[in-house]
Nanobody
Framework: VQLQASGGGLVQPGGSLRLSCAAS?????????IGWFRQAPGKGREGVSC????????YYADSVKGRFTISRDNAKNTVYLQMNSLKPEDTAEYYC?????????????????????????WGQGTQVTVSS
């Protein structure tokens, strides 16, 4: 599985960005879960949002609920993270990660509460900076 994350940048507080994660090697409409994680300087990597092929459930960290929306385009095999009402505390390197959904690992395994060790495949990070 290969993942290509993009869409980061510098934005003012209250602004919006849309991150993209293009996946190859797993299918979003069949056997793939994609999670978004972020890591701020000096902090651990935290799960932000997640979506899987096996069900319609999604996950959002409490800190982003109501502001971030995850979606997928199966035809493009791409997951998007729309980030609105951005705050300075959203500043971080954002990573997308993938895991295979199968009879052993369900969508809920990955997206019930995304954990870094559950995901085997990682894309490069994209920097999001929220600052005036």
């Amino acid at each position: 599985v290969q993942l290509q994350a993009s869409g980061g940048g510098l934005v003012q507080p209250g602004g919006s960005l849309r991150l993209s994660c293009a996946a190859s090697g797993c299918s979003l409409d069949y056997d793939c879960a994609i999670g978004w994680f972020r890591q701020a300087p000096g902090k651990g990597r935290e799960g932000v949002s997640c979506i899987s092929s096996s069900d319609l459930g999604t996950y959002y960290a409490d800190s982003v609920k109501g502001r971030f929306t995850i979606s997928r385009d199966n035809a493009k095999n791409t997951v998007y993270l729309q980030m609105n009402s951005l705050k300075p505390e959203d500043t971080a390197e954002y990573y997308c990660a993938a895991g295979y959904v199968n009879e052993y690992y369900s969508g809920s395994y990955y997206c019930g509460e995304p954990r870094t060790f559950a995901f085997d495949y990682w894309g490069q990070g994209t920097q999001v900076t929220v600052s005036s």
